[in-house]
């Protein structure tokens, strides 16, 4: 009976370690299955990730070397990245779903946008790519001032008399862009005016000149973000307004690889004592829940400062305009709110006039220093010097040939008046047939470079002697050319109408 007992009572141990080893292998199979199955979903995330970095770049390039920095890949005019024609519903300064639009407490701030004084350099200019910065102002009408890549240009108007409401230095190319333009642009930011800067290399600024810029702004380099396997950022802060207003944009996930080696810098915000030194907020980071290191976008000086150093050309082109628009829209709200209610561009009357016509000023041909002719007692207005003609301005020609017009105005009356760029126009005849033609707006920029005199968009106050030059594209056929300038016609709020006749 004992051998019994002690036989039944070894099966049954024998039988117990049986299951254990069955369960124990079950929860092995298991276990590595969950890690296999983890493993491939990472992996296949990688590899979606991968695949669509190498869709986005299997276009044909020429890649250029350079030994310091990083290499370009040059396209041809084929594989230029078109830009989607956006409508105007697309581009309607409407707030995003679920978000709350900025509260009204800017009056009149449509308006003042629309007036503001933009400077705009974009190094980008000079490459076959197109221009992101400029098509997103252009999109959403903006008045700028372009020097395209000339630094010689960029700097002459940074240290003009001229107070510019945003300046714009998109430094994305791989060229030289000297420490000293973050030292004007943080004079300019000290002034109240607002600043975009996208830049790659900021902490090769020569004699590290951008550092008074970023203690300022309360940051500080972190590290070079070097041939990174994935070019992704996230959101750090996504409710931002930034990230939806006027538009609603999507993180960045799907990088066209452009540049090589060195592609880009990274921020951290600046700690002193344990306390940030500055009011700098990373907006987006390579690191998701790190809200103080490793930085590629960033808002400081009251949100009147964008600071980004990821490359603008590596992303959709879609999202990247409109994203460029919220920056344009946010810093121009943030210079705006500390100013004077006294600077809002109004018109001069209550209402537009109900046949404008009534208010139209002509005579004979006014010839340089001749008559001079009145708007109703509003605007009064001369040639400074005859007209001349010309093919061809820079690097702009002409369809026709340029009629350049030297205009002098005074403002008369008791309140200031808005001249907006659309105001203008040259009306004629060909063949007995009514023709008239708009500013053209880039050959008018590049005389104000070579000749500053005041910006064809601009605030007229009363009393004071006003000159400026304009440029526009006629055809060469035309006669009894007459320049009309009817203020407040782009806002639909005319408010006289003054014609000088130029034959």
């Known amino acids: 009976m004992s051998d019994f007992n002690r036989q039944r009572n070894s099966s049954r141990r024998a039988a117990t370690k049986s299951i254990f080893w069955i369960i124990g292998g079950l929860l092995l199979i ?52 078109p830009v989607p024609q956006l409508t105007t519903s697309q581009v309607a300064l409407t707030p995003a779903a679920g978000i709350l639009a900025p509260e009204d407490d800017i009056p009149n701030f449509e308006r003042r946008r629309k007036a503001a004084r933009i400077l705009l350099f974009e190094n980008m200019s000079a490459s076959g790519y197109v221009r992101y910065v400029k098509e997103a102002l252009d999109l959403e009408g903006y008045f700028y001032l372009d020097v395209g ?43 109240g005016e607002a600043a ?75 700690y002193q004592s344990g306390q940030a030194i500055g009011d700098a907020v990373l907006l987006a980071g390579t690191s998701p829940g790190i809200s103080d290191q490793h930085g590629t976008l960033a808002v400081c000086f009251d949100n009147r400062l964008v600071l980004q150093t990821f490359s603008s050309h590596e992303y959709s082109n879609y999202d990247v305009i409109r994203l460029w628009q919220n920056y344009i829209y946010h810093t121009l709200r943030a210079r705006f709110t500390g100013q004077e209610v006294s600077l809002i561009p109004t018109p001069l009357v209550e209402e537009s006039l ?37 093919q061809q301005l820079f690097e702009h020609n002409a369809e026709g040939e340029f009629v350049i017009v ?13 001249i907006w760029d659309d105001d203008y126009r040259i009306e004629g005849f060909i063949g007995g047939t009514l023709v008239n033609y708009p500013i053209q707006k880039a050959a008018t920029g590049y005389l104000f470079i070579q000749d500053p005199k005041n910006l064809w968009q601009d605030l007229l106050l009363t009393g004071q002697p006003w000159e400026t030059i304009l440029a526009f594209d006629v055809d060469p056929r035309g006669e009894r050319w007459e320049l009309v300038l009817s203020p407040g016609s782009e806002v639909n709020e005319q408010i006289c109408e003054l014609r000088i006749p130029l034959s």
């Open 30 to 81: 298991s276990a590595c299955r969950f890690v296999m199955e983890n493993e491939q979903a990472v992996a296949t995330l990688v590899a979606i990730r991968v695949q669509q970095t190498q869709l986005a770049g299997t276009s044909s390039v020429l890649v250029i070397p350079d030994a310091t920095q990083s290499t370009f890949i040059i396209p041809t005019q084929a594989q230029v990245d």
């Open 149 to 191: 890549s000339a630094t010689g240009w960029f700097r002459n108007q940074l240290l003009s008399s001229t107070e510019w409401d945003l300046v714009i230095a998109a430094a994305e190319a791989r060229r030289k862009f000297g420490g000293e333009y973050f030292e004007l642009i943080n004079q300019h930011l000290e002034l």
């Open 196 to 270: 975009i800067i996208e830049h790659w290399d900021i902490d090769l600024a020569p004699n590290g000149k951008v550092v008074g810029l970023l203690t300022a702004c309360g940051l500080q380099f972190d590290t070079d973000w070097y041939e990174p396997e994935l070019r992704v950022f996230f959101w750090l802060v996504p409710e931002h307004p930034i990230f939806h207003t006027p538009h609603e944009i999507p993180m960045f996930t799907n990088a066209n690889w452009l540049w090589k080696g060195d592609i880009g810098d990274m921020l951290e915000i600046h």
């Open 354 to 390: 109900s046949d404008p016509s009534i208010a139209t000023q002509t005579s004979s041909a006014v010839s340089a220093g001749g008559n001079v002719l009145k708007c109703e007692g509003i605007l009064s207005g001369q040639l400074a010097r005859p007209i001349r003609t010309q």
């Open 406 to 418: 030297d205009l002098q105005l005074e403002n008369l009356s008791q309140n200031p008046v808005q």
